[in-house]
């Protein structure tokens, strides 16, 4: 046995997300829950390249070159609008930036 | 040689995410996400994408990741506290992750058989000139869109971050 069944990357991207998940839904701190959002397109760049290895196709690696841009770009945004929030409430928990709430 | 590559990087991948998940100090989190991106990277060069996995290195590793880092310094963020969690997230988020995982996992197992395999050599498309072909014939438009996105996302971020002047 040489080689990997397809399914093993994919699960291992499944994996991968959920834990994405678990970050954005338990963190407070809103920088780590930034990072689980990252978390998160890592894998869904993980499944694309695996399905481009399947098809033979070099398409999806044109989508997950993408996806890293538009990552890029959101992070610079993210971590602008990061760095105004403390700025404006000095205070990186999520749950404190509530104004818009009630 | 495939197998045992392939399971030290996932090994290394799921308890670094498993790391970034569980840490309390965001430095913490940021270096366990670099171990995540560095191992998919190798995982990648594995799946014949060479470009994608300098690209992974550079972008991701390199650039966003020190990106974090330096806000995280510039903030000079703390551990957080543990306290506040609502009672719903603690009795149904674990159980619901896990059966979204399972889920996945079964639609994975169901839909691509084990008669597809991956061994390192076996896809040669992901060169760079490869990738430069498609990205500038097939993929022009989208390719010239994504500028002018870096661009708005420029001049956002300097709009954000500047300091207000009356």
Redesign the interface.
């Known amino acids: ?12 991207s ?10 954005f ?5 809103i ?2 829950v ?3 959002i ?2 998160m397109l ?1 894998a869904v ?2 499944s694309f ?2 399905f ?3 098809y ?4 999806g ?2 989508f ?3 996806v ?10 993210g ?6 929030v ?1 700025k404006n409430r000095s205070t ?2 999520i ?1 404190e930036v509530d104004s818009m709430k009630n | ?3 045992i590559l ?1 399971l030290i990087f ?1 090994i290394i ?2 308890v670094a ?2 790391n ?2 569980v840490q309390t100090h ?1 430095i913490s ?2 270096v366990s ?1 670099i171990g ?2 560095g191992s ?1 990277a190798i ?2 060069l ?4 060479e ?2 996995a300098a ?2 290195v550079i ?2 590793a390199g ?2 990741m020190v ?2 880092i330096f ?2 310094m ?2 000079n ?1 703390g551990a ?2 543990k306290r ?2 609502s009672y719903m ?1 603690q009795v149904l ?2 159980p619901l ?1 896990i059966a ?2 399972g889920l ?2 079964f639609f ?2 169901r839909l ?3 008669t ?4 390192f050599g ?2 040669q ?2 060169t760079a000139r ?2 430069g072909q ?2 500038f014939t ?2 022009l438009l ?1 390719f010239e869109v ?1 500028s002018l ?2 661009l ?3 001049l ?2 300097i709009v ?2 500047r300091k207000e002047m009356d």
């Open positions: 046995m040489t080689a990997v069944p397809i399914s093993w990357y994919l699960t291992l499944a994996i991968l997300f959920v834990l994405g998940v678990a970050g839904l338990f963190r407070h701190n920088i780590t930034f990072m689980s990252e978390l890592n760049n993980l390249v695996t481009s290895y399947q033979k196709q070099v398409n690696h044109l997950t070159f993408f890293m841009v538009v990552a890029a770009a959101e992070a610079a945004v971590l602008a609008i990061i760095l105004t403390f990186l928990n749950d | 040689m495939d197998v392939f996932a991948a799921v995410a498993i970034v998940v965001p989190s940021a996400l995540v991106m998919l995982l990648y594995l799946l014949g994408a470009f994608i690209a992974q972008v991701y650039a966003v990106l974090f806000v995280i510039l903030l963020a957080e506290s506040g969690r997230v988020g674990v992750l979204l995982l996945l996992a994975v197992e691509f058989p084990r597809v395999s991956v061994h076996g896809f498309g992901g490869a990738i498609a990205l097939t993929y989208p994504t996105l870096i708005i996302a420029i956002g971020a954000l971050a």
